[in-house]
């Protein structure tokens, strides 16, 4: 039961902290508030949901730091891929 809420606090924090880095990335040029989450409320669960995506597997290997690093790469990559990609469909729009 614990590793559930430990997974949870991480999932919220996470969710926090990618709402704030990207609200503070695209609103410090414009100079103005902008609410870049998808829900309302200042959370953005697709960081949460990458964080214990990348967090836990690479847990596994936590002794050999350049598997770590490999691994990250190759688990945050596929992340970015697989979610434009399924954006792309569920909104018949791609970002350029």
Do not use: H, Q
């Amino acid at each position: 039961m614990m590793e559930f809420v430990y997974a949870y606090a991480y999932f919220i924090l996470y969710a926090f902290l990618g709402w704030v880095c990207e609200d503070l990335y695209c609103g410090i040029p414009t100079k103005k508030f902008i609410n870049r989450g998808f829900f309302y409320g200042p959370y953005c669960p697709i960081y949460g949901v990458g964080a214990l995506l990348v967090l836990y597997p690479l847990l596994f290997v936590k002794d050999y730091p350049i598997l770590v690093f490999v691994l990250g790469v190759i688990i945050t990559s596929a992340l970015e891929y697989i979610t434009s990609w399924v954006m792309e469909i569920l909104w018949r729009s791609k970002i350029v």
